[in-house]
Structure formats: C-alpha cells, structure tokens
C-alpha cells in the first residue's frame, strides 16, 4: 500500500458547472495521493461508469483508487481497495472478497478503531472530527481528543475525516493525525488545485512527510 496525506472523496455537490473527471484531475494536479468514489444516488451502471473513469484517471496518475461500499464494483474495474462503514459487509467477509487489496474502515470511537485493527484493516478513517453535512447518517463530532487517542492506541494507518477545512485542519494536525481526508472543502471549491495545494503545505509544516 502507497502511503497518503491527502485523500479526496468524490462527493456530489462539485462547485457549478465542473464534472468529476475535471475536479478529480485538478485535485491531483495539486497533490491528492488517493481517491475514493462515494456516491449514495447512482444508480449502479452509472456508479461503475464512474469508477471506470477514476479508475484510468488514478492509474494514469499513479494515485490509488478506493470505492466506498461496493465491493463488486471494486473488483469489476480492479481498484485498490474498498471502504467500508460499520454497517457495511463486515471486514472479515470483505477480506476473503477482495484478497489483498486495500481495506478502509470508518470508526467513530476507539473500540472500532481497535477492533478493525485486530481483525486486519489496512486503515481506518477517524471521525467525523468536525461537524459536516456532507454524511447524512454520521454521528456527533468525535473532536480532535479522538484523534488524539487513535494516535496515541493504533498502529495501522489512520486518516481524520468529517468537516476538515483550511480553518481549522492545523488543529488535526496538531492533535496527531497526518493524512487528511476532506470532501467540501476541496470538491466545493473554485479552486480545487489551490485547496488541495495549501493542505499539502499544512500538512508538511506539521511533519507529514512520505
Ligand atoms: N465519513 P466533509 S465524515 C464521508 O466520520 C464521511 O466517517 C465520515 O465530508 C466519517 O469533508 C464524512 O465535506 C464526510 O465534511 C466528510
């Protein structure tokens, strides 16, 4: 597995009149090492034409590709790994699927995080740090003291998750966490390459270095 700072989910609300693709590619233009498609509305044949696009996109770029959920389309367009919720197929079912690809696991207390360790998560997302509106069903806001604990107990790779913007990501930082994730702040922007730019910046100002 490529190490990672900056870890862009798709998302769907783009900033007006830009596609995917376009977002996707300035996202990595400005330093985004993985990519995760995440859509809840698509129906599946437009949820596998998209991750067949990221995923020439991302082979292009030599920038690992994750699908959130669906396992079978993980397999059917050969990303890298898949992400999983605590309410998805259970890590130990998922790993006998998807052999040694990568898998992600989202906890939200440090049972979770442990657990999924245990069990063999290749990583774990940490969150949501902030508040966000951008996962319907998420739990209240972790803080960065959960970051911090995750820092402090877990050995495998773990990335903050859940309303991480500029503003406040250096308090992310400060609390342990050295790969981000965010999805408004950069899919939002009118300059997607600028946002994942300045992260990346912040990011090596606090020691996060591959
Ligand atoms: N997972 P934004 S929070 C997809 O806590 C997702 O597991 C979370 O979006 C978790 O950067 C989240 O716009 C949404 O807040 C992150």
């Given at each position: 597995m490529k190490d990672f700072r900056l870890y862009a989910i798709t998302g769907e609300?783009?900033?007006?009149?830009?596609d995917l693709i376009e977002v996707m590619t300035e996202a990595i233009a400005g330093g985004v090492d993985w990519i995760q498609l995440r859509d809840?509305?698509?129906a599946r044949e437009e949820l596998l034409r998209k991750a067949k696009a990221l995923r020439e996109l991302t082979r292009k770029h030599g920038v690992t590709f994750i699908v959130n959920d669906h396992i079978d389309i993980a397999l059917e367009v050969d990303a890298d790994g898949v992400h999983l919720g605590q309410?998805?197929?259970?890590l130990v079912e998922a790993r006998k699927r998807v052999g040694d690809k990568i898998i992600g696991i989202s906890t939200h207390a440090i049972g979770e995080a442990i657990l999924a360790e245990q069990q063999g998560a290749d990583y774990i997302g940490v969150g949501p740090v902030f508040p966000t509106?951008?996962?319907?069903d998420v739990v209240d806001p972790v803080t960065v003291s959960y970051v911090r604990e995750v820092a402090e107990t877990i050995r495998i790779p773990f990335v903050a998750i859940g309303g991480i913007k500029l503003h406040n990501v250096d308090e992310v930082i400060r609390a342990g966490a050295t790969r981000i994730c965010a999805v408004s702040e950069i899919v939002g922007s009118a300059d997607v390459r600028g946002v994942c730019q300045a992260f990346i910046r912040k990011l090596e100002q606090g020691g996060a270095h591959l």
């Amino acid at each position: 597995m490529k190490d990672f700072r900056l870890y862009a989910i798709t998302g769907e609300n783009f900033h007006p009149g830009r596609d995917l693709i376009e977002v996707m590619t300035e996202a990595i233009a400005g330093g985004v090492d993985w990519i995760q498609l995440r859509d809840k509305t698509s129906a599946r044949e437009e949820l596998l034409r998209k991750a067949k696009a990221l995923r020439e996109l991302t082979r292009k770029h030599g920038v690992t590709f994750i699908v959130n959920d669906h396992i079978d389309i993980a397999l059917e367009v050969d990303a890298d790994g898949v992400h999983l919720g605590q309410n998805d197929v259970p890590l130990v079912e998922a790993r006998k699927r998807v052999g040694d690809k990568i898998i992600g696991i989202s906890t939200h207390a440090i049972g979770e995080a442990i657990l999924a360790e245990q069990q063999g998560a290749d990583y774990i997302g940490v969150g949501p740090v902030f508040p966000t509106k951008t996962k319907a069903d998420v739990v209240d806001p972790v803080t960065v003291s959960y970051v911090r604990e995750v820092a402090e107990t877990i050995r495998i790779p773990f990335v903050a998750i859940g309303g991480i913007k500029l503003h406040n990501v250096d308090e992310v930082i400060r609390a342990g966490a050295t790969r981000i994730c965010a999805v408004s702040e950069i899919v939002g922007s009118a300059d997607v390459r600028g946002v994942c730019q300045a992260f990346i910046r912040k990011l090596e100002q606090g020691g996060a270095h591959l």
